[in-house]
């Protein structure tokens, strides 16, 4: 099992920056490791994905003002935000997945384990 707890979320105006971090109780046999965020009423969708090796990717939104990085020796994964949009508001999930792929998805059905999510809410 792999208990995941997320932290970092909050307000914010159009144009600043928020650190979401999130917790895990091991990295142990974790290939994947995604932020994902969620509107109401809206689909979960992926956000920023790192693998075991370190290969990041990212979805086109947030290319160039997002930055997804992980702690190994802490268990931490972490979700820089810069030059926030209004656009941004959602709730974010950390997911992370033991199952061995050839790349990390960004499918929230292909992870199995979850954060119970933080909000992100940015004012213009």
């Known amino acids: 099992q792999v208990q995941l707890m997320e932290s970092g979320g909050g307000s914010v105006q159009a144009g600043g920056s928020l650190r979401l971090a999130c917790t895990a109780s091991?990295?142990?046999?974790?290939?994947?490791l995604a932020w994902f965020r969620q509107a109401p009423g809206k689909e979960r969708g992926g956000v920023a994905v790192i693998g075991r090796d370190g290969f990041t990717s990212y979805t086109d939104s947030v290319k160039g003002r997002f930055t997804i990085s992980k702690d190994n020796a802490k268990n931490i994964l972490y979700l820089q935000m810069n030059s926030l949009q209004s656009e941004d508001t959602h709730m974010y999930y950390c997911a992370a997945d033991r199952t061995r792929r050839l790349g990390c998805s960004f499918r929230p059905d292909e992870y199995y384990y979850w954060g119970q999510g933080t909000q992100v809410t940015v004012s213009s």
């Open positions: 091991t990295y142990y046999a974790i290939y994947c």
